[in-house]
């Protein structure tokens, strides 16, 4: 724990700069649709990475912005916490496989992000895969490794029972376009919901999230980019304070929606994710 907080402290916020932009360009690492209960889709390709000219700190910097961006705005605080991972390893061969770099990205997502994965799909197997994963299996968590799916082929039937075809690349078994341009991310179709769903039971409405974000349920520091929580502040002051309370804990604000949230309101409401801005100088 400490290590981590001394992580966070040295380590964010990370600016996009030209290293991270030209691995994020490369299509290493990107974000495509979410499963039906609104957990982003990330994939990472190692077949991607170009191991004599990437170094482990420039992909665990690159981790760390591409990781961080995702839980800033695709997370929706106390009800999207989680991801999905797919890791394509492009039917690699054992020689040319950066099993150095794997295992680091393993180490680091355990450290710094743990409790963030759902579930993990790794693609495209070689046969020669599966003896080092055994061995790399030993240093992961019990917990993370029943999270974990291999299989030789490019999808797997286990991904359809959660995630809409429309969600999912053509490549893994779905109906989406492959991407080619990964960079920002790229809005999918609306549709995530299976035929099976009943999207009212998923979450909570956007008056009972207000209640609980100005309780203290959820930090403060860190408010959800989903809904306008926090956005109109005078919403807030004023005749919302509610006075008959010892702590003055803010009322919620009477115009606050009590209907279920629905894809609109869990997707951002601003384009900064899917048009993100040019790199920091």
Known sequence: MKDHIEWRKQTLPVSLNPRILNLLNQGVMYFHGRDHRYRPILVINPHRIDVQKTSAEELAETMSFFLQTVVSHAFLPGQVENWILILDLGNMSFMSMPLGLLRKVFAFTQSHFRGRLFRMYILNTPFSFYIPWKIAQTMLHSSTTKKIVTSKEGTNPLMLEHIHPEQLEQRFGGAAPNVTVFWPPIRTS???????????????????????????????????????????????????????????????????????????????????FYDFPDIES
């Open 190 to 272: 609306p549709n995530i919901y299976l035929p099976s769903d009943d999207p009212k039971t998923f979450l909570i409405s956007e008056s009972d999230y207000r209640k609980r974000m100005l309780s203290g349920a959820y930090p403060k520091n860190t408010p959800s980019p989903f809904i306008s929580l926090l956005k109109n502040e005078e919403e807030l002051a004023g005749d919302d304070i509610d006075e008959g309370h010892a702590d003055g804990k803010r009322k919620l604000p009477k115009k606050a929606d009590a209907s279920p949230m629905t894809l609109e309101k869990v997707e951002l409401n601003n384009q900064q």
